[in-house]
Structures are given as C-alpha cells and as structure tokens.
C-alpha cells in the first residue's frame, strides 16, 4: 500500500523552529518529486513547497521563502520541512505529497501534523 | 498573483448531476486538476490532466476543459460525495496553485 506518514507538528511559539519530516513507503521513493501543502484552520489549500527526485531543485510559495527549507534523504525514504521564524499564519495542518510523475500535481497525500504558532 | 476561481457552494439532490466551475487566465495552456476533501480527512485527487480519473475514483467523476474554465461533473451525485473541491493548476512557473474550494452538498 502507499503511504505517506507525518510527524514532527506541535505547538511553539512565534519566532521559533520546528520540523516536519514525512516517511514514504509502498513506492520507490527517489522516483518522485515531494510536496508539501498546508491548510490553515477553516481554510483552504496551500502549497508551500516542492522538492526535486535528487534534491537538487527546490520551490517555495513566496510567502515561506527564506525562512522554511525543504530536504529529503532518499536512503531513509524521507522528506523534511525545516520552519524557522514561524508566524502566527503559519498554523495550519501541514500535508505532505507525492507529484504525480512528469506532473507538477500531487496523488498521494498523507494525513497531515498540525503546527500551531501561538504566544 | 494566479487566482483560480471556484464558487463558494453548490447543492444538489441525491441523483442529480452536480457541476463546479473553475476559471483562471492560464487554463487555456496549463491542465486542471480536482480534489475531494471529507471533512478532517487529507485530500483526495479525482481528476488529473483536465479530464484523466485516477484508479478507483468512481466513473461518474468526469472532468473537463475549455478556454479559461475548467469544470468538475458528477453524474449522480451521491451522499458520499459530499465535502470541498478545490481545483488546482500552475500559475507562472513555479508557482503552484489551489482554487478557494466549493462545499458541495447533497441532500
């Protein structure tokens, strides 16, 4: 079976860190491109940023460039979403995603971690 | 920035066909996608390329596109089928980007 599987949400404060990191199983993970998308409480969809098969390209939402940083480690069938200088409207739950091949959408996408950024 | 614009709500009864809408400038070359999301669960894609149906979304998923709209069809809509839809496709490279979303309800 495909799956993909969050952690690393939590609650912290306004200026701090946290990351996310998301297992693949099922699929030959360094096969394809990772995403993720967020969705903040009663909101829609968002995506936030997209790592190449090798890791070698990287895309950001503007809203997120400079301060979070996506990474993947194909030996452990990972990807990761370091956050840095979170903010307030950076709370939301936190998807990760597999692109469809040669695509730039996404078909699979794990359950998602919440982040909440609160004094 | 890329918008895509999708209508708040449509509702319909059990049985009868259902169609969301999405509209953006850059639908005429770039594809249209469309999500299912139940409520509290994580996304589902339904269609891909504009029109392709991934495995074991039911047939009367169907999508389709012209000009700079792009339209969700089922045919038949069942309780099931109930929850939001977002469409999504590319703005100017790279960014990538969802439509509001539209509560469909059926009953």
């Known amino acids: 079976e495909v799956q993909l599987v969050e952690s690393g949400g939590g609650l912290v404060q306004p200026g701090e860190s946290l990351r996310l990191s998301c297992v693949g199983s099922g699929f030959i993970f360094s096969s394809y491109w990772m995403s993720w998308v967020r969705q903040a409480p009663g909101k829609g969809l968002e995506w936030v940023a997209t790592?190449?098969?090798?890791?070698?390209?990287?895309i950001y939402v503007d809203s997120v460039k400079g301060r979070f940083t996506i990474t993947r480690d194909n030996a452990k069938n990972s990807v990761f979403l370091q956050m840095n200088s979170l903010r307030a409207e950076d709370t939301a739950v936190y998807y990760c995603?597999?692109?469809?091949?040669?695509?730039?959408?996404?078909?699979?996408w794990g359950q998602g971690t919440m982040v909440t950024v609160s004094s | 920035s890329y918008e895509l614009t999708q209508p708040p709500s449509v509702s319909v009864s059990p049985g009868q066909t259902a169609r969301i809408t999405c509209s953006g400038d850059?639908?005429?070359?770039?594809?249209a996608y469309w999500y299912h999301q139940k409520s509290g669960q994580a996304p589902v894609l339904v269609i891909y390329e504009d029109n392709k149906r991934p495995s074991g979304i039911p047939e009367r998923f169907s999508g389709s596109s012209s000009g700079t709209m792009a339209t969700l069809t089922i045919s038949g809509a069942q309780v099931e089928d109930e929850g939001d839809y977002y469409c999504y496709s590319i703005g100017s490279i790279p960014n990538r980007v969802f439509g509001r979303g539209t509560r469909l309800t059926v009953l």
């Open positions: 790592i190449k098969r090798d890791g070698g390209e990287k």
């Open positions: 850059a639908l005429p070359k770039k594809y």
């Open positions: 995603a597999r692109d469809l091949v040669d695509d730039d959408a996404f078909d699979i």
